[in-house]
């Protein structure tokens, strides 16, 4: 099957589109305690401003013959307290939940934060496409390591993110989970 496939800049239209690929990367249960039932409505509330983690500026979209079919959520991990300081007070707005996270990020690197492609186009390269994408952004603009957290119980992510280059640097306990750290260096593209 032939398409043509488009990565673009998220716009505040694309909203619904990140809160559905935020909540696909954390999984529903997570979803829920992070933004109580209705985090749907939550997720897009972040997306929509400018200073969050899942800020719509921090999102690339990519299309299939105009249909947005995924995205990818990344940022500059010397923005991580920023960012995230403003997502946890929507949530905190929303759920009256003060919440304590540790860093999944530092200065050091780029950080891809959510990726998800729609289940009717998974298997067609799309999310290996979006990575590519925010690989040369940190590489070639921020000049930074690209890096990454994905869970011990998901090694097809695991397989897709090695696929594109990144490599196990280490284990991180984050949200309960036992996570590998992955790097895409800098040196890499030199």
Same mark, same amino acid.
């Given at each position: ?6 990565? !673009? &800049? @998220? $716009? ?18 997570? #979803? ?51 960012? !995230? &300081? @403003? $997502? ?16 999944e990020?530092? #200065? ?6 959510s ?9 067609r ?29 998901n ?36």
């Amino acid at each position: 099957m032939n398409y043509e496939l488009n990565i !673009r &800049k @998220a $716009t505040k239209s694309d909203a619904p589109l990140i809160a559905s690929v935020v909540a696909m990367a954390i999984g529903e249960e997570t #979803a829920i305690f992070y933004g109580g039932d209705n985090y749907m409505k939550v997720f897009e509330e972040i997306a929509l401003l400018e200073d969050t983690q899942y800020s719509y500026r921090n999102v690339f979209v990519a299309e299939i013959d105009g249909n947005a079919v995924g995205a990818v959520v990344a940022y500059d991990g010397a923005k991580l307290h920023y960012l !995230r &300081k @403003a $997502t946890l007070e929507v949530i905190l707005k929303h759920t009256e939940k003060e919440m304590q996270i540790a860093d999944e990020t530092d #200065a050091s690197e780029f950080y891809l934060d959510s990726l998800a492609v729609l289940p009717e186009y998974r298997s067609r390269g799309i999310g290996a496409q979006l990575i590519l994408a925010v690989k040369e952004i940190a590489l070639n603009e921020y000049g930074k390591n690209l890096g990454l957290l994905v869970d011990f119980e998901n090694p097809d992510a695991e397989r897709l993110y090695k696929s594109v280059g990144f490599e196990r640097m280490n284990v991180k306990d984050f949200l309960g989970h036992k996570m590998w750290h992955l790097v895409i260096r800098q040196m890499a593209n030199d």
